[in-house]
């Protein structure tokens, strides 16, 4: 196996572990946090969101009146955000670099009604919040959001399954 | 200024006296001979549609058919109808006269011809779509404003949702952006103002937002410098040529900077005000301009770049007279002078209470339609809920 092969696929691994972590902690803060909790609660009925990496899968996820709920892994998405590269879901999932740089800088296309998107990227942006340290996350976010919850309580969750 | 950057830069540009007549040959070197127009009622009345024929004409092509059925704000309906028309007659490309609704329209139809499709909504989203078939495309803006005839966006509206939808692709870029003097002579003041305005907003928030490039850098500032310039002439001076010409470039220059680097949150807001109060797009982005600026000053950014613009839009005296810490306080106090001017000089309005068309009880849904626009991404300050009914309840009166 050549370094970059290697490289890449130790990229998509992390890329899938980091989804799946920030799915658990989404499911956990739509009870956790009034923010999330609100934008779960007003998401259009039904309406599905997808993200994908190339060569790692993806997730697809759907709000409720009780929060998000992460659906099978080949549910389509009626938007779907795709990352252009493995390196590039790298560099958002492990905190190089924050949703709207990676908008800024071409680095996912995104398929669908974009208006569906922008619920789910601020719920992203206040995760983020939660998951990273502060003087990280002030290089990814604009604003850091108010934690009503511990950091170590969404990672516990993260441990229990999103619960 | 981001790490990375893509630019595309706009289509084969005919600008200046007679540019009209180059169409046919121009549409012929690309494969092209049975053009569909598409216009509007008002640019018909006034014989607008009649010299793009005749200029046809010379050249020996005649349009298939004429369109002229298209509405201020165009919806996907229309979309769909004109793509169907243009099947039925055996077209095989698009002319497009008009404004941004005309001009975005005729993306649309491109779009759906050439993903060989029936509904625009398939087409929804961002960067995503392949080129598609070809369908030739020539723009001829009538007013000097949303540089539609330079960008990779269209708007158009789903008025069952009461929002405006945006479409991005690269494959949206009409072949030709024909700027010719007499398609914008006789636009009146009021329209001349509200549009122009609109140009400037593109330059200042391209030049200003988070996707930002060295390339869009340079359209917008010599954008913003050309329109500030003309801008006023030409709503004094509806005829002068120069004046609108010069216009008719920097709204060029501004919509191939702001395709680029996208825009912010004036036009986050300002879409909303027109999906949820029908404010004409020009008018919202006056009115917010300032506001929106002041917003992003307060919120700690922009304080460097607004200071640099400073030098484009006031000159290098007033640039040079200003103390640096003041410069980007001068430049929004610059903008604002100039819509008091425009106001003074033909009626454009500078708060949401004079449009007559926006009711505080609309401000929540206006914000919460803001906050779901595409364009609040890059803006480089943050916007919650609370922060545009606060902007919004500014602009009031």
């Known amino acids: 196996m050549s370094q970059r092969t290697l490289k890449t696929g130790l990229q998509q691994a992390t890329c899938t572990l980091v989804a799946e972590c920030l799915v658990r902690a989404l499911q956990y803060l739509s009870t956790a946090d009034s923010q999330i909790r609100a934008e779960a609660h007003a998401w259009p009925s039904g309406k599905t969101l997808r993200l994908e990496v190339p060569g790692a899968g993806g997730f697809t996820v759907t709000g409720t009146p009780w929060g998000f709920k992460k659906l099978d892994k080949e549910t389509p998405g009626d938007v779907t955000i795709r990352f252009k590269s493995p390196s590039d879901a790298f560099r958002v999932f492990t905190g190089q670099m924050g949703v709207a740089q990676a908008y800024a800088q071409h680095k996912f296309v995104l398929r669908g009604d974009m208006a569906l998107a922008m619920p789910f990227v601020r719920c992203v942006d206040i995760t983020e919040g939660y998951l990273f340290p502060d003087l990280l996350a002030k290089r990814l976010l604009k604003r850091l959001p108010e934690k009503e919850v511990s950091t170590a309580r969404v990672y516990g969750s993260i441990l229990l399954g999103g619960r | 200024m981001g790490a990375y950057y893509e630019f595309k830069l706009p289509a084969k540009i005919l600008s200046g006296s007679e540019a009209l007549e180059h169409i046919p040959h121009e ?301 980007a306080e001068e430049a929004i106090s610059f903008l604002e002078t100039l819509r008091r001017e425009l106001a003074q000089a033909c009626g454009l309005p500078e708060t949401l209470s004079d449009t007559g068309k926006v009711r505080k009880e609309d401000f929540s849904a206006v914000a919460k339609t803001a906050l779901n626009d595409g364009a609040i991404i890059v803006n480089p300050a943050q916007a919650d809920y609370n922060d545009i009914i606060a902007i919004l309840e500014e602009v009031w009166s």
């Not at chain 2, 369109?67 to 095989?92: E, M, T, Y």
Request: proline content about 5%; overall charge neutral; charged content about 20%.
């Open chain 2, 27 to 327: 549409l012929n070197t690309l494969g092209a001979f049975r053009p569909l127009l598409l216009s509007d009622e008002g640019l018909e009345r006034v014989g607008a549609v009649k010299t793009v024929l005749n200029a046809l004409a010379q050249g020996g092509m005649t349009a298939v058919e004429t369109f002229c059925q298209i509405p201020p704000d165009s919806s996907i309906q229309v979309v769909n109808q004109v793509a169907a028309l243009f099947r039925k007659l055996g077209c095989d490309s698009l002319i497009a006269l008009g404004g941004g609704s005309v001009i975005d329209t005729a993306k649309g139809v491109g779009m759906v011809l050439a993903q060989e499709g029936h509904d625009l909504m398939a087409s929804a989203g961002c960067e995503v779509l392949p080129r598609g078939k070809h369908v030739p495309f020539a723009a001829i803006p009538t007013t000097s404003g949303t540089g539609s005839e330079a960008t990779i966006v269209a708007v158009v509206a789903d008025p069952e949702k009461k929002v405006k939808m945006e479409f991005l692709s690269y494959h949206l870029l009409p072949d030709l952006a024909v700027l010719d003097p007499r398609m914008t002579e006789t636009l009146p003041p009021r329209i001349t103002a509200s549009t122009g305005f609109d140009a400037l907003v593109h330059a200042i928030e391209a030049a200003t937002c988070l996707q930002r490039n060295p390339v869009s850098d340079a359209f917008a500032e010599k954008a913003m410098g050309q329109i500030v310039r003309a801008l006023p002439v030409a709503v004094r001076e509806g005829k002068n040529r120069k004046a609108r010409m010069v216009l008719a470039n920097g709204s060029l220059l501004a919509g191939a900077a702001f395709s680029n680097s996208m825009v912010g949150l004036v036009h986050a807001i300002g879409h909303a005000l027109g999906g949820v109060c029908k404010v004409a797009h020009g008018d919202a982005m006056t009115i917010l301009l300032p506001a929106v600026m002041a917003y992003n000053l307060r919120e700690g950014t922009c304080r460097e770049r607004y200071s640099e613009l400073l030098l484009h839009l006031a000159g290098p005296e007033v640039y040079a007279a200003t103390p640096a810490h003041r410069r």
